[in-house]
Nanobody
């Protein structure tokens, strides 16, 4: 079993930045792909970004490309999401997720992520 705990959410004005972190514990050695998803009120949970085990492969939703940066530190079992130039449309609960699947073909598939954090709220005011 793997536990994921997000932190770093908060309130920021449009144009500001936040850095989310996700600490993994338990059988974290079984994890390969890690990703971030978000869910705004009344909307489906959507893919934001994902990263492979080595960090060499990443993917971003078009809506965040060029503004968000995903990274991971396997020595610390921690995933990060640097969010810059935030927009009100980025406001949502952000979830960290982990999968045993390898390969970028699986990055955007929500169903392959078996471990999920509890979420952290991001609020962006205009």
């Amino acid at each position: 079993q793997v536990q994921l705990v997000e932190s770093g959410g908060g309130s920021v004005q449009a144009g500001g930045s936040l850095r989310l972190s996700c600490a993994a514990s338990g059988r974290s050695s079984s994890i390969s792909t890690m990703g971030w998803f978000r869910q705004a009120p009344g909307r489906e949970r959507e893919f934001v970004s994902a990263i492979g085990w080595s960090g060499g492969s990443t993917d971003y939703a078009d809506s965040v490309k060029g503004r968000f940066t995903i990274s991971r530190d396997n020595a610390k079992d921690t995933l990060y999401l640097q969010m810059d130039s935030l927009k009100p449309a980025d406001a949502a609960v952000y979830y960290c997720a982990a999968s045993r699947y390898r390969g970028s073909a699986y990055f955007r598939l929500k169903d392959v992520y078996v471990y999920w954090g509890q979420g952290t709220q991001v609020t962006v005011s205009s």
